[in-house]
């Protein structure tokens, strides 16, 4: 008998009729002879609607109540589901974030899983129930609900799996694997049948949305066997698991863009130890996450200091950044939002030159202006203007002939 964990997002339980749809697949689990664990998102928008509601009540907003309002999306899910599976004669039970020992730290909309105690679910396994947990939610150590973030319900299934010990984790979502980049913008991308926790991890961190970031690197962590499949089809989707070789040629897997990205940029900084500390100390002490940074060439004693964030968190970083540049005596500081990243990833960069170059190479070809660079053994990313990323993105993909990967 093995253990089951499934996620379903939140256009997969967007309806009653696509809960009726999932309760089928769990159902079929089930009758498989599989114990299951189940872990779902808020219905459609259900999410940004109930923001939307919250914004309009005033700018003062509790993070506390927040997620307060946002946690009672996902136990909606769970409980529809589980009254779905009751009616078609499975037994289920659904459970909050915190009914099922999920503990977070105090961050809130922005939680960290810190520790899971599944005593309840085990019970409920043991008493032969679907257990149906309500994803993105976890509960601090004094009482108070937190949520995960963002696709926090990824995060959720992975850990559940790797405490449970689970022999796999089914990721369903609406598109059905992960591709060599969004067939929405790239027509002839391909789906990929398997792709390294590496390869995952920068391609979820660099824009694609397939997984939460955390997610995967939760996964690599524990080594939790992750497939993303669709809710929509009963086809085999894509694996992450630990990378094989590479000698069938892939040295780029996938490009992945990011249009949730502003840039900011500090004017004559002084050219003394200490002012990125104090800068991006500053940041980190609101929860604010930094991606690239590039510190120009020392004038007359005095550098600019770039660096990106994600466009959700620019409107927290301004008075944070305008603050920081009046104690170190910079001479300004200037922001834009109209900028995007783009990225190439793959294992096999590692023992191949020239990738990098041939990156650059493309994005002149179209005439597209290079900010920023950033590299990693296995990416390298460039923050370009936000309306030549369609275009960037395909010319990328066909340089690295992507259409024609071979599994």
Not at 242 to 251: D, P, Y
Not at 268 to 282: E, H, R
Not at 308 to 323: F, S, W
């Amino acid at each position: 008998m093995s253990l089951v964990v499934q996620k379903f997002g939140g256009s997969s339980v967007a309806s009653v009729e696509r809960i009726k749809n999932i309760a089928g697949r769990v159902k079929a689990e089930k009758d498989n002879g599989n114990r299951v664990v189940v872990v779902v998102s808020a219905m459609g928008d259900t999410t940004d609607e109930m923001l939307n509601l919250a914004k309009q009540i005033g700018p003062l907003l509790s993070e506390r109540e927040i997620d307060m309002l946002l946690a009672t999306g996902e136990q909606q899910s769970a409980a529809l589901l589980a009254l779905t599976l009751n009616n078609m004669g499975c037994k289920a039970v659904s459970l909050t974030g915190w009914q099922a020992g999920i503990y977070t730290d105090t961050l809130h909309t922005k939680a960290r899983i810190s520790k899971i105690h599944p005593d309840r679910i085990w019970k409920e396994l043991r008493e032969g129930n679907v257990v149906v947990v309500a994803g993105f939610q976890g509960m601090t150590g004094d009482g108070d609900i937190t949520t995960l973030g963002r696709g926090g319900s990824d995060t959720t299934a992975v850990a559940l799996a790797a405490v449970l010990k689970a022999d796999i984790c089914d990721i369903y979502t609406d598109v059905d694997g992960v591709y060599t980049a969004d067939p929405r913008v790239v027509p002839n991308a391909k789906k990929l049948s398997w792709i390294s926790y590496d390869e995952m991890l920068e391609l979820a961190s660099l824009g694609a949305v397939v997984m939460q970031p955390r997610a995967v690197e939760f996964a690599k962590l524990h080594g939790v066997r992750v497939q993303v499949r669709s809710s929509f089809n009963g086809g085999n989707g894509t694996t992450i698991m630990e990378g094989r070789e590479m000698e069938n040629g892939r040295i780029v897997t996938g490009v992945a863009h990011d249009l949730n990205v502003a840039k900011l940029a500090l004017f004559d900084v002084p050219d003394v130890p200490g002012m990125a500390k104090t800068i991006f100390k500053a940041l980190a002490q609101q929860g604010i996450n930094v991606d690239m940074i590039i510190q120009s060439a020392t004038r007359d004693e005095r550098n600019d200091i770039s660096f990106t964030i994600t466009r959700d968190d620019l409107a927290r970083a301004l008075p944070v950044v305008e603050k920081v540049a009046g104690e170190i005596g910079a001479n300004g500081f200037t922001y834009g939002e109209d900028v995007a990243k783009v990225s190439i990833v793959g294992a096999g960069m590692q023992s191949n030159p020239g990738v990098a170059a041939s990156m650059f190479e493309a994005l002149a070809d179209e005439g597209i202006n290079i900010q920023m660079i950033s590299t990693s053994e296995i990416k390298v990313s460039c923050i370009i203007d936000a309306d030549s990323v369609e275009k960037a993105v395909n010319a990328l993909h066909a340089k690295f002939r992507l259409h024609e990967i071979e599994e």
